[in-house]
Structure formats: C-alpha cells, structure tokens
C-alpha cells in the first residue's frame, strides 16, 4: 500500500523559512517522479516543484530562486526547503508521486498547511 505522509507545515512570518518533509511508502523513487503541490482558498492546486526519477528538477516561476527540491532515497523522503517566504506562498501543500512505468499511477498525500503571515 502507498502512502505519502507530509509534515513541517505551520506559520511562519514573511521573509523566514520551513522545510517540508514527505516520506514515501510503498513506491521506489528509481521508478516514480516527485513533486510538491500547493492549493491556497478558492484557487486550484497548482505545481510547485516536480524531481523526475532521474533527478532533473523544475519549479514553477513564482518560487524560482527562493524553493529547492530534493530527495534521499536512504529515506524515502522528500524535502521542499522553502526560503523567503511570502504571504502568497499560504497554501496548503500536498507531496505527489507519478509511477513512470506500468501500471502508470499518481499519488497524493493528505497536505499539511503553510500559512505566511505577520
């Protein structure tokens, strides 16, 4: 059974820093593509960083330079390291997996919440 279980969510004021983590169950990372995803109120979920299988990252435009992307396969884990925070970054955010071989499948966790305010 999959499961991908968030955390390191909280609130944070602008300009300061929180690392989520999201360690994978059930998936190998040789054979999945990650990514992290965010939905703030009202808004649809949008991409905010993807690290395919063989490593290559992307990140959306609005947190080039200030987000990183990274994994350790030791533990299963994969990290957002955000940095320079800002009040439009609030959102709640969800850990992604994308098998890349059949059976093709995609996979979410449960989100944890990021709120940037003073």
């Known amino acids: 059974q999959v499961q991908l279980v968030e955390s390191g969510g909280g609130l944070v004021q602008p300009g300061k820093s929180l690392r989520l983590s999201c360690v994978a169950s059930?998936?190998?990372?040789?054979?999945?593509?990650l990514g992290w995803y965010r939905q703030a109120p009202g808004k649809q979920r949008e991409v905010v960083a993807t690290?395919?299988?063989?490593?290559?990252?992307n990140y959306a435009d609005s947190v080039k330079g200030r987000f990183a992307i990274s994994r350790d396969s030791a533990k299963n884990t994969v990290y957002l390291q955000m940095n320079s925070l800002k009040p439009e970054d609030t959102a709640v955010y969800f850990c992604n997996a994308n098998r890349i071989i059949d059976p093709l499948q995609t996979y979410w966790g449960q989100g944890t919440q990021v709120t940037v305010s003073h």
């Open positions: 059930g998936i190998s990372f040789t054979t999945n593509d």
């Open positions: 690290i395919t299988a063989f490593g290559t990252t």
